[in-house]
């Protein structure tokens, strides 16, 4: 129930109005509910970058293909990636190649973003991955969201 009431503030004459609320001991309990309830939602559906900083940390590092052979040892040819600090892409066609133009990426959750430079030099998005470590950071799953390929690629980061 609410009540207004009115009374003078102090000795300069203004008026103040006064609301109070009054709530029986039930409606406070379900408004106390209904706040904790709000908040904890709240937080659950803001979520926490934390892994995204950690993905971020973790992606930076020149990493090659084993896909199909995890137990292959790295050649000169094999196709590798290269992910800097700084959000560039470097794709090699073999290990002693850089590809002309690096490309960018970002991390956001369980996705990496690929963005591939156009003729005309501007980033034009092109695939979306879950990615997936390994414990020891040292291995990576790469399953493209855009295309109907069943098994993820598998990269092995080169020390």
């Known amino acids: ?41 709240m937080v659950g559906f803001t979520g926490c970058d934390d892994d995204d900083d950690t993905a971020r940390q973790a992606i930076v590092g020149k990493w090659v293909n084993v896909t199909g052979d995890e137990g292959h040892v790295p050649v000169d040819t094999d196709f590798s990636m290269e992910f800097l600090s700084d959000g560039t892409v470097l794709y090699h066609d073999d290990l002693m190649t850089l590809t002309a133009r690096p490309s960018k990426y970002e991390i956001a959750g369980k996705f990496l973003y690929l963005y591939y430079a156009n003729g005309a030099g501007a980033d034009e998005p092109a695939d979306v991955f879950i990615f997936h470590f390994s414990d020891d950071f040292n291995r990576l799953e790469l399953k493209n969201v855009l295309s109907s390929m069943l098994e993820p690629m598998v990269f092995k980061r080169l020390k």
């Open 1 to 41: 129930m609410l009540i207004f009431s009115t009374r003078a503030c102090n000795e300069s004459g203004c008026l103040c109005v006064l609301i109070s609320i009054e709530t029986g001991g039930m409606n406070r309990r379900l408004f106390l509910f209904l706040n904790l309830t709000a908040l904890l939602l």
